[in-house]
Nanobody, 125 residues
Framework: QVQLVESGGGLVQAGGSLRLSCAASGRTFTNYAMGWFRQAPGKEREFVARIMSGGRTYTADSVKGRFTISRDNAKNTVYLQMNSLKPKDTAVYYC???????????????????WGQGTQVTVSS
C-alpha cells in the first residue's frame, strides 16, 4: 500500500503564493507517477498536474505557467508550487499515486490507486 498526507493549504490573497506538500510512505516512492487534483464545492474533481518517476511533468492548461509540480525522492515528497493564485483556484487539493501507469499524459482520476485526505486552499479577492 501507499499512504499519502497533504499539507500546506490555507488562506491567501489573490496574487499570492502557496506550496503544498504530499508525504508518501509504504511502497517504493521513486517507482511511481504522482498527481495533484482539486475539487471545489459542487464541482467535479479536476486534474491539476502529474509527474513521472523520471521527473517529466504534465500540467493542466488552467494552471500552466502558474503552478509547478516537483518531487524530492530522498524525502518521499511531492510538491505543488502555486503562484499568482486566483479565487477560482479555491478548492480542496488532493495528491494521488499511480502505481501502474507509465505514460505521461494521464489526466483521469480513475488511473490513480491511492489518495490523500486533501488540504483546503482558499484564495480571497
Amino acid at each position: 500500500q501507499v499512504q499519502l498526507v497533504e499539507s500546506g493549504g490555507g488562506l491567501v490573497q489573490a496574487g499570492g503564493s502557496l506550496r503544498l506538500s504530499c508525504a508518501a510512505s509504504g511502497r517504493t516512492f521513486t517507482n511511481y507517477a504522482m498527481g495533484w487534483f482539486r475539487q471545489a464545492p459542487g464541482k467535479e474533481r479536476e486534474f491539476v498536474a502529474r509527474i513521472m518517476s523520471g521527473g517529466r511533468t504534465y500540467t493542466a492548461d488552467s494552471v500552466k505557467g502558474r503552478f509547478t509540480i516537483s518531487r524530492d525522492n530522498a524525502k518521499n515528497t511531492v510538491y505543488l508550487q502555486m503562484n499568482s493564485l486566483k479565487p477560482k483556484d479555491t478548492a480542496v487539493y488532493y495528491c494521488a499515486t499511480d502505481t501502474r501507469g507509465n505514460t505521461l499524459y494521464r489526466a483521469s482520476a480513475d488511473t490513480y490507486d491511492y489518495w490523500g485526505q486533501g488540504t483546503q486552499v482558499t484564495v480571497s479577492s
